[in-house]
């Protein structure tokens, strides 16, 4: 059995989570998505939207998704002892930084992989934060 792992805020779901989960699911028999706690979130320099535990129920719901449990360390490494997964899918975006070769090596020592899967580039929740926040902007006091 193949056990695949990946992780994600999961903020404001949407297509590119989908394509990521879903493309994900054709490479294993497993599926793990580790859920970015709300303290792990702040890396990104911004709060979710919507909180850990309705990110996990959201996620969990998702067909191809087997396993959902809480990344509260982003550090895939640790992960992999807690999981044993044999293979780790993220965003073909981070493909060629030092950050993922360097887990590319790590992983490879142990048996596992990386597998960049094709990022969506017409949605991000980054972008639906920002659209979000201009439209409250544009229209506060608007009734």
């Known amino acids: 059995m193949v056990v695949g792992y990946t992780t994600g805020v999961y903020d404001l779901f949407h297509i590119g989570h989908l ?12 599926l793990i998505v580790g859920i970015t706690s709300d303290e792990a979130a702040q890396y990104k320099n911004k709060k979710p939207f ?7 129920e959201i996620v969990s719901s998702i ?3 087997d396993e959902v449990v809480l990344q509260d360390d982003l550090d895939k490494i640790k992960a992999w002892h807690k999981y044993h997964y044999d293979v780790l899918f993220v965003g073909s975006d981070w493909q060629g930084t030092d950050k993922w070769n360097k887990y590319e090596e790590e992983l490879e020592k142990v048996g596992a992989k990386v597998i960049y899967l094709p990022y969506t580039k017409t949605t991000s929740s980054t972008i ?16």
């Open 128 to 143: 639906l934060q920002q659209t979000i926040k201009n439209f409250n902007s544009e229209y506060a006091g608007v009734k």
């Open 50 to 56: 919507i909180s850990q535990e309705e990110r996990m």
């Open 63 to 65: 067909k191809y998704v």
């Open 19 to 30: 394509n990521l989960l879903k493309n994900a699911k054709k490479h294993c028999d497993k």
